[in-house]
């Protein structure tokens, strides 16, 4: 009875391992059916409903299947990705947020796919789709600093810049003409004091976050001294107590003397800034053209345009900060590598552009597109070849020097210190760091 017992029970292990395995086997054909051909890592919310259509439309049309995987927010996407990329476990698409020299290190380290080849490939076709101005934020130059080999090496799937924007209705109530923005300098001023003296807050942004005061400090002084003064300052050819820097400071100086910027200012963040000009509460604002989707969230009936940065003078263009909104690269470990370009090479290519265009308000990288999209979001598209970005600069300001110039303004704004006091602490800072 014993052996029987034991035939019994060895013949039931063996059943169940049997079932077992079997089960495992079905359950790995199961995965394996299910694993997608392209993996992509993001952390945009307001688009992945947007990717998974997008991903059916894709596997309908070529049968290859792309997923998305969502992490967020931005700075937990940055950590996943830096950590990936340190145990070889990067998807076959994903991103790089951040600092060009992070974006450079990837590419040292051979973690990103060059794709100056494709782009190229039948006389230029998929470069030519794209804004040139959003592609050369993914692009190295020879004379790069990082010492990265000269070739693009990521995709720009939307574009962005930063403009000013101005309240019709507001503009109507102070007396000025709707239709007629400020062009230069002084008339911008004039309008802030039309808006003080009718009790209407002049301008408004997120100026608690010190890259936007940055931005705005830029592109007056790429207008007043121009791209070569800017580099020589850089490289400490030109100190920030030359006149034209001094004239910089001295500007938002003037803004906070006519009583043009919104209350607390310095303090506050964008969110805040756009709820303040969706409501109605300021005439002017500075922001990115994501606000299209903002605003029209907070207050679908706000009558608003955007206008040209004001012209301080004739001498150099007039620019705004712009280029690449979110970027993709190719994972050059990829075993997918090919299939994961195909893909960039689709949703970059004008039908999908409009779709993302139209169901997430966000500005299209693809040039062939713009007719399709949202009247608001056209202003900010047409005025994409006026872009400009400190990262392509051959050379970057140290980031402490950033820092207390950015510092210092809020420092103006509020009183506590002169334009000529804040050149020279930013001076001292620069000779410590050069040192």
């Given at each position: 009875m014993g052996i029987f017992k034991h035939l019994l029970d060895k013949r039931l292990l063996t059943l169940v391992s049997f079932l077992l395995i079997a089960a495992c086997l079905s359950g790995c054909a199961e995965r394996d059916?299910?694993?997608?051909?392209?993996?992509?890592w993001h952390w945009m919310t307001d688009r992945d409903p947007a990717?998974?259509?997008?991903t059916e439309r894709y596997k309908n049309q070529t049968g290859v299947k792309?997923?998305?995987?969502l992490y967020a927010p931005s700075d937990a996407y940055s950590q996943k990705v830096i950590a990936a990329a340190q145990a070889g476990t990067l998807p076959d698409i994903f991103s790089i947020l951040g600092e060009r020299r992070i974006f450079a290190s990837f590419i040292i380290a051979g973690h990103i796919t060059c794709l100056t080849s494709q782009m190229n490939a039948d006389n230029n076709a998929w470069r030519n789709e794209l804004f040139s101005n959003a592609l050369a934020v993914n692009e190295f130059s020879t004379a790069n600093q990082y010492g990265v080999k000269a070739g693009i090496y990521g995709v720009p799937l939307d574009t962005m810049n930063i403009q000013l924007l101005y309240n019709k209705d507001l503009f109507k109530k102070a007396g000025l003409d709707p239709d007629l923005p400020p062009v230069s300098w002084q008339e911008f001023i004039e309008a802030g004091r039309a808006l003080t003296a009718a009790g209407i807050p002049g301008l408004v942004s997120g100026w608690g976050e010190i890259w936007m005061i940055d931005c705005f400090a830029s592109n007056l002084a790429w207008n007043l001294m121009g791209k070569d003064k800017i580099i020589a300052t850089i490289k400490g050819e030109v100190p920030y107590t030359d006149p034209d820097w001094i004239t910089v400071l001295s500007l938002f100086k003037e803004m906070a003397d006519t009583g043009m910027l919104a209350k607390g200012m310095i303090t506050m963040v964008n969110k805040d800034a756009e709820q303040a000009f969706?409501?109605?509460r300021a005439a002017f604002?500075?922001?990115?053209s994501w606000c299209v989707n903002v605003y029209r969230g907070m207050n679908p009936n706000l009558n608003y345009a955007t206008m040209m940065f004001p012209r301080l003078s004739d001498e150099h263009p007039v620019v705004i900060w712009g280029g690449a909104g979110a970027s993709f690269m190719v994972n050059q470990r990829s075993n997918n590598k090919e299939k994961a370009i195909e893909f960039l090479k689709w949703i970059t290519a004008k039908q999908q552009q409009v779709y993302l265009a139209q169901t997430t308000n966000n500005l299209p990288s693809n040039k062939d597109s713009l007719s399709a999209i949202a009247p608001s979001l056209r202003q900010f598209a047409d005025d994409m070849d006026k872009t400009v970005h400190p990262s392509?600069?051959?050379?970057?300001?140290?980031?402490?020097?950033?820092?207390?110039?950015?510092?210092?303004?809020?420092?103006?704004i509020i009183g506590e210190s002169s334009p000529r006091e804040i050149a020279e602490r930013v001076q001292r800072v620069k000779d410590r760091e050069r040192r």
């Open positions: 059916r299910q694993k997608p051909e392209v993996l992509v990717f998974e259509e997008l792309v997923k998305f995987e969706a409501n109605n604002a500075f922001n990115g392509l600069l051959p050379a970057g300001e140290h980031p402490l020097v950033i820092e207390a110039f950015d510092k210092g303004i809020q420092s103006i």
